[in-house]
DNA sequence: TAGATTGTTAATCGATTAACAATC
DNA sequence: TAGATTGTTAATCGATTAACAATC
């Protein structure tokens, strides 16, 4: 079970448990495919297929349990354990994910931030001081890090992916507008905030000059 | 042409146009889709019939002008002219988004930030003085705004959405952890970075806790 | 039991890859 | 001209949707 599980049904699953866990603040007791398809709005047959990827939750002519079903869907998405989470480069947006609450809400825990900018270390956000970059690798030697937030300029990005992976990063979550070479098996996340706009541009280009 | 255009090759433009500017700045002059293939990991093949989708830029025996498949997919992608956007939402994400200088140099012009928060409104982020929230409908039907970046909080979102609704706003970028309900001719992209965190936790799950 | 709804197989749809004739 | 590489059609692959028997 949950081997070769697609990418596309992956990406849906943040988007059920967010549902789900409103549905539960609702006091929503149980739920059918049908009902679900209609406020989420995938098809109610594109649900259950996703479902039996990972096991048969839910219960010919009842549907599914909500809190049961959201929490299978919590472990599944790996939500029974925190993650050691570092910030490298603390420029808005570095800082601006620091302040972030909700990450931690969801068990991942801010340990570190670096940056190599003289003016930016020594200065706390969320109660952590911002450490100069060259004490990195250390850092990451000594803590057991699962995730790393990649912040920096474009230019420095994948120098800083290279001392990750040799500090064995597991997963990076990649904010610079390039694409980072690393081994195989470590997972990256891309926001590339430019292809947004532009994918947004590409609409809008026909739009009332 | 450029109907019914599928979004999995509208996502793809951004990067052509990335990878592109690079070749670019090294003085590369010519390209094939096969070399062009290597660098940036599509198959030559989808490459091909990406391009062809909006037109033949290429040349039998030659390859593809870098020069002027840049330019042709700037075009595509709506760079020829510039965006007016507005930041709603002044917190620490909305304030990172307010320094981006890149947006800027694609074209995406910044001429309003708005909050409710009193201690927030006057501050001046980038050259732009934050403005009360109650005066956003008003400044958005004075200035004709492109695109709206949602900043707010997940409770706040889909209020000041239906407020950009109503002002005729044509694009909408949402930050906020939830799915707007909009007119269906209003293109919203979303940046849902709870997602993202929750797609590496689940490759991270398995992975000594 | 009858009705509802799942789990799962089969059919369809769409996207990617392969192949090759056209042509620079 | 010969070689290279596109543009485009056909084949394949994968994901979504439909259908329905199983079963609560």
């Not at 599980?5 to 929503?28: Q, T, W």
């Not at 925190?82 to 910030?87: D, E, L, W």
Request: net charge negative; glycine share 8%; charged share 25%.
């Amino acid at each position: 079970m949950e081997n070769n599980i697609s990418m596309a049904v992956i990406k849906r699953l943040p988007k059920y448990h967010r549902y789900l866990r409103e549905l539960l603040d609702k006091d929503v007791k149980r739920i059918s495919s049908k009902e679900l398809s209609e406020i989420i709005g995938f098809t109610a047959s594109q649900i259950r297929q996703d479902l039996n990827n990972f096991g048969g939750f839910g219960q010919q002519g009842y549907g599914y349990n909500v809190e049961d079903l959201y929490k299978e869907i919590g472990k599944i998405l790996g939500l029974t354990r925190n993650y050691k989470t570092v910030i490298i480069g603390a420029g808005n947006l570095g800082q601006a994910l620091a302040n972030y609450a909700s990450f931690n809400r969801y068990g991942f825990e801010l340990v570190g931030i670096f940056d190599k900018n003289p003016k930016i270390v020594g200065i706390e956000i969320n109660g952590i001081e911002v450490t100069d970059i060259d004490h990195m690798k250390q850092f990451m030697s000594d803590n057991d890090i699962d995730i790393a937030y990649i912040c920096t300029s474009r230019t420095g990005a994948q120098e800083v992916a290279d001392i990750l992976v040799e500090a064995n990063i597991k997963a990076i979550w990649n904010f610079a507008p390039v694409d980072l070479k690393v081994e195989e098996d470590i997972r990256v996340e891309n926001v590339h905030l430019i292809d947004d706009l532009l994918t947004l541009s590409y609409f809008l280009k026909g739009k009332n000059e």
